[in-house]
Nanobody
Framework: QVQPVESGGGLVQAGGSLRLSCAAS????????MGWFRQAPGKEREFVAA????????DYAGSVKGRFTISRENAKNTAYLQMNSLKPEDTAVYYC?????????????????WGQGTQVTVDS
């Protein structure tokens, strides 16, 4: 199994950028699909992006497509979320999740392991 740990959140002005990192313990990181989700106050957790175990297939929520990029370095047991052109509505706690299985599901229920989350606040 893996234990994801997020980092890189913070306060940024609208239009700015942040890169989130997700370091995962365990020797088998490269067999897990990795996903990023976010949850704003009073809202349900929502899908942001996912990447296949080999990194060759990605998927994004429509609201972030073209602004966010998910990537991974299996040699470092780390996944990333590069966030550009940030908007106030991107403000949320961002979670990294790992899934043992095929596909890039957008439902949080399909992911097996979760990090504690990192706060991203975009100031207008």
């Amino acid at each position: 199994q893996v234990q994801p740990v997020e980092s890189g959140g913070g306060l940024v002005q609208a239009g700015g950028s942040l890169r989130l990192s997700c370091a995962a313990s365990g020797r088998t990181f490269n067999i897990y699909t990795m996903g990023w989700f976010r949850q704003a106050p009073g809202k349900e957790r929502e899908f942001v992006a996912a990447i296949s175990w080999g990194g060759g297939i990605t998927d994004y929520a429509g609201s972030v497509k073209g602004r966010f990029t998910i990537s991974r370095e299996n040699a470092k047991n780390t996944a990333y979320l590069q966030m550009n052109s940030l908007k106030p509505e991107d403000t949320a706690v961002y979670y990294c999740a790992a899934r043992l299985g095929s596909g890039l599901p957008i439902s949080y229920a399909e992911y097996d392991y979760w990090g504690q989350g990192t706060q991203v606040t975009v100031d207008s």
